[in-house]
């Protein structure tokens, strides 16, 4: 059987949780996001051993093929989205393909909504369950939630819930932290430099994308190896 790749970065919340029911509006508010995926395969269906990229805006906003030109690559982000969306559209997100990898990442909308780390752990236990289920041989690379100018006073619970979550994956044999933090807070540095971002301060720039593209390469060559 092909190897194949899940690359994550995403806290998904649990379905008994319900840890945004404070949100009116629920994952359905997200329909018309995901059925414009399944109208863009329904008229381009997507090829197998892709890179499916699934998760928030740091997901939709990625120039994929500028990083990865080489390779086929799929674009499932939905901007906004946390975790709870991908648990609840998850059948619609992830089981239609036959990937390569998964790339997901989510995490900073979870928390800026108040969810404290060990939720954001659970969570993510939650979606590791869908995801063994669904692709029990799949390696997994998890992209930590990233520090961010617009957020530094979250980040100490963001990083609590990369510490925690790192710990799972150190626990499974096919699955990868991908510590994106550490390059963006080299020499001791509370808040990435305003180079990684766009003027908002939340969202990657293109220097950011470079450099976190790097960083999952690094993982791709040790969990893919001959790929």
């Known amino acids: 059987m092909t190897r194949r790749l899940l690359i994550l970065s995403v806290f998904l919340i649990p379905l008994q949780a319900g840890a945004q029911t404070g949100n009116s509006a629920g994952p359905e508010?997200?329909?018309?996001?995901?059925?414009?995926?399944?109208?863009?395969?329904?008229?381009?269906?997507?090829?197998?051993?892709?890179?499916?990229?699934?998760?928030?805006?740091?997901?939709?906003?990625?120039?994929?093929?500028?990083?990865?030109?080489?390779?086929?690559?799929?674009?499932?982000?939905?901007?906004?989205?946390?975790?709870?969306?991908?648990?609840?559209?998850?059948?619609?997100?992830?089981?239609?393909?036959?990937?390569?990898?998964?790339?997901?990442?989510?995490?900073?909308?979870d928390i800026k909504k108040g969810l404290n780390a060990p939720e954001v752990a659970r969570d993510f236990e939650t979606l590791a369950s869908l995801i063994q289920s669904a692709f029990p041989e799949v390696p997994v690379i998890y992209i930590a939630i990233k520090p961010s100018i617009a957020r530094r006073e979250l980040w100490p619970e963001m990083k609590q819930a990369n510490d925690l979550i790192a710990a799972l994956c150190n626990e499974q044999k096919y699955w990868f932290f991908a510590d994106i933090s550490a390059p963006m807070l080299k020499d001791g540095k509370e808040v990435p430099p305003a180079k990684w971002f766009i003027k908002d301060g939340l969202h990657l720039s293109a220097f950011g994308y470079q450099k976190w593209t790097s960083v999952v390469n690094g993982i791709l060559e040790k969990a893919m190896p001959g790929e």
Do not use: C, Q
């Open 29 to 109: 508010k997200w329909e018309s996001s995901i059925s414009a995926f399944e109208t863009r395969d329904a008229a381009s269906p997507p090829p197998t051993e892709a890179l499916l990229f699934v998760g928030s805006s740091s997901i939709r906003m990625w120039d994929l093929k500028r990083s990865w030109p080489d390779k086929s690559t799929i674009n499932n982000g939905f901007g906004g989205s946390t975790l709870a969306d991908s648990i609840h559209h998850f059948d619609r997100l992830f089981t239609p393909y036959s990937p390569g990898a998964i790339v997901l990442y989510a995490g900073d909308n």
